[in-house]
């Protein structure tokens, strides 16, 4: 079972026998869910968890994050001061852990700083979900966007690790292609203790659902490969440090 899942179900008031189908699959500790497309007005009550939601300020339905806490939990809404369609929860599974679901929508100027305030206001340790438009070798994509680059350099500016490798997560319907945007971002002291697996099925969304098991209660996996952001290295300063020296 896993312990934690997020998906971006692209409409939620029509997705609710989906998300039924997830959590009788999975049993998840949380669910975060991205572009819900709520109106201020709207209320979703799901049977067994509490529901934390953030409304995109739009005239529309679009956009929007949300959270379920299983009610067999202990849980905490975590304030966070931030434009971002952002939300976040500190849970006590294992132990406690923030969860914070984002939705970054692909034609939006994001600013650095706001991500960076973001993550300032995570509690450690923390794992941030969420639909990041981004594209980068480092997850998976065949090529890299200005999105994808941001990212990159949160992971560096943070000492962050991703969780995801490969896996494709959306599926692009005009153009039939699929893409790795969805991610699992952590701190580096979980990072061993988690593992990404994706759904099999779109649950007639666009994007497959990401689902996390939590090993904490497990030995820690010595195996497992690291992973390092190459694309951020200073190579100028590498080459400086790796020449010879002269001894005196």
Known sequence: MASLVSWNCRGLKTKISDLK????????????????????????????????????????ASGGVALLISKDIPSAPLQLNTSLQAIAARIHTI????????????????????????IYQLPDPFILLGDF?????????SDSNSRGVQIEQL?????????????QTYFHQPTKTFHSIDLAICSPSIYPFFDLAIDNSLHNS????????????????S?????YVFAAANWTKFARLSLPSQLI
Not at 37 to 53: E, W
Not at 100 to 118: G, K
Not at 223 to 227: A, D, V
């Open 21 to 60: 189908d997830i959590i009788n699959t999975y049993r998840p500790a949380c669910i975060a869910l991205q572009e819900t497309h709520f109106k201020t007005t709207d209320n979703i009550k799901v049977k067994h968890y509490s529901v934390l939601n953030k409304n995109y300020d739009s005239d529309r």
């Open 95 to 118: 132990s406690l852990i923030t969860i914070c679901s984002l939705y970054l929508p692909p034609n939006q100027q994001i600013n650095q700083t706001d991500l960076n305030e973001l």
């Open 133 to 141: 438009n981004g594209h980068s070798s480092i997850w998976g994509s």
């Open 155 to 167: 992971l560096t500016d943070h000492n962050l690790c991703i969780l995801n490798s490969d896996q």
């Open 206 to 221: 666009d994007h497959f659902p990401l689902t996390l098991s939590d090993n904490r209660n497990n030995h820690f996996d």
């Open 223 to 227: 195996n497992r490969p690291e992973r």
